[in-house]
């Protein structure tokens, strides 16, 4: 036996040994990316250099064989720079994007490609559990979302986007007994206070990872403004409480109807529990300052909703007006026309393209009689026996354009209009209810907290969604409750989450794709609802043939290797810079289809050698073929292919995938 020092370790090893199989055997890591156990060595990468003393070179691991003695640095400032600037250099002639834009996109990180393309393949109970890994709303968040994957969407440069949110609420129908994989009990528990989108997907996760979670809420349901503010209409209970549902079969406790600052506080939670999440939202409409605010017959826009999602006796007058041009605004303006009001008017301050709500949402409202006052502020509710009777209307114009680039409403002096209204809703924004949560530190009517960690100025105390004043959609809030899951299992545990965490540094460097042109499948509306309008759910889903035909359509833009890359770990592990050293065109080559088992993309190749090593055939079927940077492997009688795989099991990288779904 030979004895050698890496890492200040000593190490027994055999003769003929080298540094990389030795370090290997004794658990000390040395990246690699064309080493192949029990194949020659390449030496082709260069990511194995070490220092070793007494050597004023780095030297490959790989293909240093061992000696008596040696001592060997495997991380000394010299290999590690070294190795950065080899990855970032392999960068250089590298095209792929490791995550498709769409993915990249959703807040929550929702891999849209993998279950769009197990739909295509009508592998609908695994797209269904692709995209539940995610976040447990697929069905309430495809209904609602405002859709920032398919704004990204590759597709839409070339014909139309993908009508992916469809498609989520196609497989969202599918599973319904669902359970994640929970961890072993780790004896640590976690409250969270605030049953919203924000909350639950925190407990979501953390369940999973064997806490023991409870979620605190002050109304008699869980779901946030899922269940109280958006209207039955666009997002019907019934598919809130399918969704809801998983939680009771991962045993994750519900305590409803007690309230923060009432019924407990923080610290008597945060006495029984290792960590607090506060996800209260912002639930409290904001109010004008006008005269009249306070007569009867005006009411919040989120209270309103709130009192119709509660089946209150809600009654409606005639001629209801409402201000604002969130989708509050728009929502509540469709649900007084359903509850019979003869003319419901929305009335903003700047125009139609300035308005915040979803502009299908606007739309529809339009279609169905919702009127609407542009360039209008109120200035006063007026009175007639103690009640609304409509609102003094300030004529505005648009000035400048602010630092988010909308244009500002200034008033037209001494231009005013009156618009009359018996009920007058107020939908101008929410407020978070700072006072219940005193004791952790504000700023500028915020929670003081780490946008990163979730930290608050309490060890121990998270804050989440909307009550940062960081979110305003339900799967922003979602993707903070993801978030903030990983963040409170590493404060807790000192270990990283059982769920996939997608590293910082990616490859992003589209290749333009080649397809047929074919429009996308549009969101249809449900006739029934259109006269008289009910409460019952306005879009129809797709069939499993349309939706299969509409899954067809993706480009599969992200790597379908990109789960056993061994390059974008590396990149990450050593900082480095993937568009570093790309300067100019670099060459491109058509995907390779011609072996029934996988595909081979030249594009992603990284010359290791492996596969051409790996090939089971005596005769050697994979070659390396020309010189410089046209470098590529190619296969010179595909026709001997034993078909066994091996080429595609050792590539170390994208460039050889398996045919099938790309997830
Ligand atoms: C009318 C309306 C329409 C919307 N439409 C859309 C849309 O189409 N698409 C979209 O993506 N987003 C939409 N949103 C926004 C979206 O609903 C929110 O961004 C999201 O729900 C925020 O999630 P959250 O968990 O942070 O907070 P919330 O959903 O507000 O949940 C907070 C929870 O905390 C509870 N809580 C509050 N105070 C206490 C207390 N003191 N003690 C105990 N519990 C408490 C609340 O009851 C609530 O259940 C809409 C919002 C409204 C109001
Ligand atoms: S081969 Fe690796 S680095 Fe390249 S695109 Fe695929 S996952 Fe990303
Ligand atoms: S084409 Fe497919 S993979 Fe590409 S961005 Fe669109 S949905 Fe995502
Ligand atoms: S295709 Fe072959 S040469 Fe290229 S990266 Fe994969 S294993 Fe290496
Ligand atoms: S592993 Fe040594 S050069 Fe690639």
Redesign the pocket.
Known sequence: MISITIDNQEILCRDGDTILSAAGEAGIFIPSLCYGQHLPAQGACGLCVVEIAGSNRLLRACATPVCEGMVVDTCSPRAVSARTRLLELQFSSHTGDCIGPCRLACPAGTNCQGYISLIAEGQLINAYETAMAAHPFPGS?AR???KPCEAKCRRKEHDEAINIAGLKRFIADVGTDYVPHISPDTGKRVAI????????TAAYFLRQAGHKVDV????PK?????R???PEY?LPKAVLDLELSVFERMNVGFING?????DFTLSFLKRRHDAVIV?????VSRTMDIPGEGLSGVVG??DF?CDVALEKAVSVPQQVAVIGGS??AI??ARTALRLGAISVTVAYRRTKDEMPA?PA?ISEAEEEGVKFMFLVAPIEITEENQKASGIRLQKMTLGEADSANRRSPIPLQGQEDWLKADMVITAIG?MV?LN?LKILKQSRSAIKMDPVTFKTSKPGVFV????TGL???????IG??RKAAKAVHEYMTAQKPPWEVLPSILCKNEKPPDFTQSPKAPRQINAKTKSPKGFSEIHLNLTTQQAIKEASRCLSCGCGGFNECKLIPLANKYDANPSKYINGKKPEYPINTENPLFTYDANKCVLCGLCVKACSNDRAILTMANRGNKTTVVAHSQSNCAKCGNCQKICPVGARTARGPNV
Do not use: F, S, W
């Open positions: 968040i609602v979302c405002p206070i605030g049953g919203g989108p924000a909350g639950l605190y809420e002050q109304m869980m779901g946030g403004l899922l109280y503010g958006i666009r007690v309230k923060l600052g009432e996800a209260i939202g912002a639930g826009g989120i909703l989708n509050t929502d509540a979803d949402e929410q209810e219940r989440i969604g909307d009550v979110t305003a959609y339900a799967i922003e809030a903070h409750g």
